[in-house]
């Protein structure tokens, strides 16, 4: 019988599956920090892969980087505080700034050193960028302003999860000005589709893209936006948030400017950011019962080569051999880029390194042995499909000179197979035409593992009608996702009120 | 006469020409935070490069990247300050979680949201990665461990300044971890040797690279290791430094190894960083009257195209062709990347236009009129070379087809061009042969402006001794800046003691 990697399974487990994913693969562990992690080299990797796409194609949009204080005065959130009602306020806030030696001998807080005003540490940064907004745009010609941030945020959060929901987390934050309505709500649509090409071409994550109902919009926005995704348990993940903010921003901070007849305007603003939560997607969305697998696009080694070291004096003529293979194979261009190639040169059994890439998630494996080398060959792994239908390792003995101009095709297709595989689970697990709360309910029954989502029809109800459905999506511990921006129109009755639906929306269980 | 586009010179103003350039070439503003600035896309974009640039080197020297928290327990310091005399206790203290509204509606920090232990706002990560460091490091096949980190860091600066001195300032810090003294101190140097290299190659900033006397040292280096750039005021300043941490740190965080004989060890350590301050130091080093002049390595656009637009219908025309010429500089590639083009398509008038980007700095300004379209000419300004011997602008109209392939190498003189110029300055500025303390107090008499370093024989005396040649050395405002790697052995006296002298060191006045 097969005996996977993990001792935990997607289908035992699937929350202690996801940790020892994380930990297999190396990708990220506990600080000691409270809700803070250490993202090591293959998660931080990944998330450098995920910075450096990400920020061609918000330069490519028009965008440029920029960066802001982590600090922000307390009375920047008084101020948002009064124009927005459900502004979050569980943050970190930085009250003091000197260490004494305490009687003890060790180090305290001095009572001396405290700050006039608190610090808060940013949560997000619509007050500090905001502020600045107000500066530089005196008049038309300054708009629009569309800049970009890629920083650390703080959150005080009570339960953590690693890269799903940290305290810190890593993230981008892109904050726009215009001068009108219909070019701020196309900025934010625009960011919107970005996020979801993103997200399925380079993530080979498939994504719903599509407006949230009113409960669930950023605080202060006049519409919010996002892109959900579908982990392999049926949950949904909300792996990137695109907000329209209209003029509440602007006029909370005084972002005016004179229009072309000298008149004083507000001007409209948007807000939408991805963050290192996308990493917790990505493992939730790909990875096995045999630990990551990692999409080559945002893999930081695509192909690594693993030499088949014996203690031996022939070992030095493998690693040779190796390394030239290396150079090759560095050589190549997949994606536009050089192929990312690495030899994993530590001391370790060549069995205990082939698994660690495989928990790693490398997208390519290749094992060179004396023998291999003699006969010209490379033994091949192709983490995408790992097993043979016996249940034994599918290795490949490929001819090395054959093989090698395959690479760039062999890791297109590992892409392109990622992303159907996962597509058509999520395509498979939306189910739509339900008209009935009590086949909701049926569907959601407790006993059902990995349910997936449903598309009902509703009402668009708003305010109270609105939270009497939240307490009843509530109780099957369903939320509402999104309005997707592709589905079809409205043609039945809400299934929450029985009054004619007005649009499609989506529920499921989340992340 | 010729006229500068600044209103404040070098030689009136320096501090003030320096504020100047930085607010001219719109590079960073104050953010109305405490201490800290908000880095423009000029100036982000420079550090930016920066980042691209170095993140190479240490990776091809063997460093991975990871991301450690950015909230440290009060508790790990106090065991590094038992440890550690000299510890520096000027940092931002998180102490609270939560805000709530106040009796005047604004907000204030919930005082029932305490913190159990307060955390430190990371002023560098010695103790958090040291932390992790003993959970990696078991046996002698776990080293070297050998990590750097890309973050923001918080030191609360009572006296701050742009880039140079900011309470956050953006840094690399890299962190290692290895068996044995000698290959720590190979790491020590070699990290040195990168900062050098990097900082000549790539920010045209000629430095002096050497070791600091023990006054200098960081807190707890066995020894400390800088690289000393020489700013247009004869000032230094100190763009990088790399650490030989001994067992010091090892020690405190029980960074413990088995060796090959089973017996345990404790690692060897070192750390080294450099920061956003490396920009403060490439603005005194390359700016002139003018405002900044951006080495092309590191310049956000190095060709940037300005096209004369007069709000007539031939406007469309003449920015068809500036964007197909900016198509085929693209093309081009220089320091073996694609040449970085942008058409400078804003509104406002061209002359405001090449003004603007002559005080940011960008290395070649094209300006492109219906005329020279028609005659399929460019006009060329190049930054490091921007007056003709009479004053006047020197604008060469150039053919365009000759003029294109052309550019690579260009940008590569101009690079070359402004290493030489700053490289002759430092030379010309490091007076050597001084015998007594009294040619000392006369080579920096109060009146004298920018007077530069001096390199003196010294008994490298320790303790008490350096206390009292520290004050000396004071009253005239210097400082030790370092102890060149490549001076020439001692042959002479101390010119503090009289003593036989040991090595020869670097004095002057410093940032």
Redesign the interface.
Known sequence: MKKNALSITRADDFAGWYQQVIAEADMA?E????G??????WG??I??RVQYLMDQRIKASGH????????????Y??KE??HVDGFA?????????????GED??????PEAKLEE????RPTSET?IG??FA?WVQSW?DLPVM?NQW??V?R?EMRTRMFLRT??F?WQEGHTAHATKAEAMEETLSALEMYRAFSEEVLAMPVIAGEKPENERFPGADATYSIEAMMQDGKALQAGTSHFLGQTFSKAQNIRYQDKDGEFQFAYTTSWGTSTRMIGGVIMTHGDDDGMRVPPLIAPYQVVIVPMLRDKPEDEEVLDYCKALAKDIAKLRAFDEPVRVKVDVT?AKTQTKRWSWIKKGAPVILEIGPRDMADNKVAMIRRDALYQDSGKLDTKFLAKAEFIPEIPALLSDIQTNLHSEARERMDGNVKKGVEYWSDVERFYAPKKKHPGWLEVQWCKATGEELKSIEERLKKLKLTFRNVPVDAAAADGTCIFTGKPAVERIIIGKAY
């Open positions: 562990e600080s000691g920090v409270r803070s992690m250490i993202m090591r080299p931080y990797g998330w450098e440029e980087n920029c960066y802001f204080p982590l600090f922000i005065p307390l009375s959130f008084s505080a009064e306020k569980e943050m970190a806030v930085v009250t003091h700034h000197r260490l004494i030696k001998g060790g180090l305290v807080v001095d608190p610090l808060v540490v500090v502020t600045a500066r010609r800049i920083a650390n703080v005080w305290t810190e890593l001391g």
